[in-house]
């Protein structure tokens, strides 16, 4: 199944930026909801945000509101995520996904390699 493939991720400062973004090729997943998700070292994968197809709706975790902003350019079938005011407990692998709905953001594709996270304090 395609994967997605992520970038962006590095190292930042405590209240730095980053830009992740997700890509799929060949065309894959281009109208569907896609989201962002992220693991920490020993911790479960969770959910961070995501944006229907037309990019006009977005939902967050409650963690990341009003740090972090996802878009997506559909003629460039990529994903961002814009990271602000990065905390220390924002490290973490951070992958993409297409996803069934804002309503539910159960996976509907394969994960990719993702993009390492790491804010230092």
């Known amino acids: 199944q395609v994967q997605p493939v992520e970038s962006g991720g590095g190292l930042v400062q405590d209240g730095g930026s980053l830009r992740l973004s997700c890509t799929y090729p060949?065309?894959?997943?281009?109208?569907?909801?896609k989201a962002w998700f992220r693991q920490a070292p020993g911790k479960e994968r969770e959910f961070v945000a995501a944006?229907?197809?037309?990019?006009?709706?977005?939902i967050y975790a409650v963690s990341v509101k009003d740090r972090f902003t996802m878009s997506r350019d559909n003629a460039q079938n990529t994903a961002y995520l814009q990271m602000t005011s990065l905390k220390p407990e924002d490290t973490a692998v951070y992958y993409c996904?297409?996803?069934?709905?804002?309503?539910?953001?159960?996976?509907?594709?394969?994960w990719g390699q993702g993009t390492q996270v790491i804010v230092s304090s």
């Open positions: 944006i229907g197809w037309r990019g006009e709706s977005t």
């Open positions: 996904n297409a996803v069934r709905g804002l309503g539910d953001t159960t996976v509907i594709g394969s």
């Open positions: 060949r065309r894959a997943f281009t109208f569907e909801t």
